[in-house]
């Protein structure tokens, strides 16, 4: 078992109907550590500045989320400005500074190199490769992307699509990387360019796994309270790869129970601001939201008598 | 069993990304019980005009709906014409006329009173209330409704609401009512006026069912090709009331299979104009969709050794 994740360290400024928070703890890889780790041991790859408030990351090392590969170099962290209106699907970014991201190049030490699963965060596809390039063995690799990367590295996404064997976006980004608008047709193109399955999250509506001919549907839980929905997606991936190293399994019924973990674990994060729900979230609050999955969703059969 | 529908009859002219149709069959009753036709014995009382081409509706005589109560009176059907852009989620309605529509007031005949289940489809709450004070004894009362009457007529359907043993609205509709953004707490305050249990129709996204403190999600049915959107709620509906009816049962069990009958008949129906598809359909091809539901939604256990 050995999970690795490259990725965003951050500082988020976050605007809500339910509160404001500024200068909170944020980033992917940060929100992946956090919800992977009740499950698995983490690797972090990442960069921060000088400012940033290394105590912040304590609950992540107490539940074994190894930050040996967490850079501190001169400069201000990454941060991030958002708002989210009573619509809590869609962020408006109200400012992006990368800082000392701008020039991050991750480098994976000899533990690192070894890892089982890698998740590569939201980065330049041209970085993603080059984690995969130091990377030995692994036998499965995820992938998250965006708007920004799909338009402007389409080719190095191209690239790197064939090494990657899950690609975890949203509904848009799926649509426009496929050029198409029907989710079901994109998820199969992407399929097409080489990934080997594609999960579509959908926000409030859930996460479609499309998995060779097959296609899983988990909703979201559905919550009274969403508080804030940043690092969702996030930890989404996060309970979904760290179940599956968990597991040390990839099987059409495993990338199942993978995807109902991270819509369980990411419907944890939304209910509160930061990953303030996440550092006291402990692993039998997640099983039994799990076990809940199952309650939502069961049905019985049709008696035969009907059709 | 016996169901009863009482809606309008229309000729919609539709616009998508994928064609055009002019003055076609529509109307929430012609949709309704072309669904539930499939699986019981359907009365229909609605109005049309004299422009209306009656022969449109053999295919639903050839099923056994009973179209004694479909009054035709001197002057024009109710016609809409409305347009899908990409996102086939929203209609922008182009032009609405109620034509004899407008003064419609429905009357059961003696059969039509003793109906066991009723579909109130989507008109005035006033008109809604009168439909069940002429209803001998019905065992269950399914009500739709839309933004219109929640503003423009709230007293009436308040009124109407302990009557109603299922709400059956959109996610936009159910926010409305309740004045809550957040689409749970929204059905738990609908339920709190009057309503026994609520089900939300989320497009693509599926249909919540909320029933006592339970949920119950039914995704929709990933299609690839979704061409005409028109009468999917209605023919959710259908199914949904069909099988209760067929079933004569509304336990939570049945309930729960009724929502996953109306996401898989409302995923046939979007896959041709009008009511193109659902004249052709089989109930033993609604019955082998329903079986593909459980293997989109179903998922193992986790392992004892994780939590």
């Not at 941060?79 to 109200?94: I, M, Q, S, V």
């Not at 993603?128 to 080719?155: H, Y």
Request: proline share 4%; charged share 25%.
């Amino acid at each position: 078992m050995s999970l690795l994740v490259v990725g965003s360290v951050a500082l988020d400024s976050v605007e809500t109907p339910f509160g404001k928070r500024d200068n909170v703890l944020g980033g992917s890889a940060t929100y992946f550590s956090a919800a992977a780790s009740l499950l698995t041991k983490v690797d972090v790859v990442g960069v921060v500045g000088e400012d940033f408030p290394h105590g912040q990351l304590d609950f992540l090392e107490a539940r074994g989320v190894r930050l040996d590969g967490l850079e501190r170099v001169p400069g201000r962290t990454f941060r991030w400005k958002g708002r989210y209106g009573f619509d809590l699907n869609a962020a408006e970014t109200l400012d992006t500074q990368l800082n000392v991201f701008e020039s991050f190049q991750p480098k994976l030490d000899e533990q690192a190199r070894k890892a089982e699963r890698i998740f590569l965060g939201n980065i330049d596809p041209e970085l993603q490769m080059r984690v995969l390039e130091q990377a030995e063995r692994p036998k499965l690799v995820c992938a998250d992307t965006m708007n920004f990367w799909i338009s402007g590295k389409r080719q190095a996404l191209l690239k790197l699509l064939p090494r990657v064997d899950v690609l975890m976006v949203n509904d848009g980004e799926v649509r426009q990387l496929a050029g198409e608008s029907n989710v079901l047709k994109a998820a199969h193109a992407a399929k097409r360019m080489g990934a080997k399955a594609v999960v579509v999250k959908r926000g409030e509506y859930g996460a479609l796994l499309v998995d060779g001919e097959e296609s899983f549907f988990a909703p979201a839980f559905p919550l009274a309270d969403v508080i804030d929905p940043t690092g969702a997606g996030d930890t989404f991936a996060g309970g979904f790869l760290g179940l599956l190293d968990r597991l040390d399994a990839s099987d059409p019924a495993a990338l199942r129970q993978a995807t109902v973990m991270g819509s369980t674990i990411a419907s944890f994060t939304v209910e509160q601001f930061s990953l303030d729900r996440l550092r006291s979230l402990e692993l039998s609050q997640v099983r039994k939201r799990f076990d809940a999955f199952r309650g939502l969703t069961h049905f019985e059969p049709l008696p035969d008598h009907v059709g």
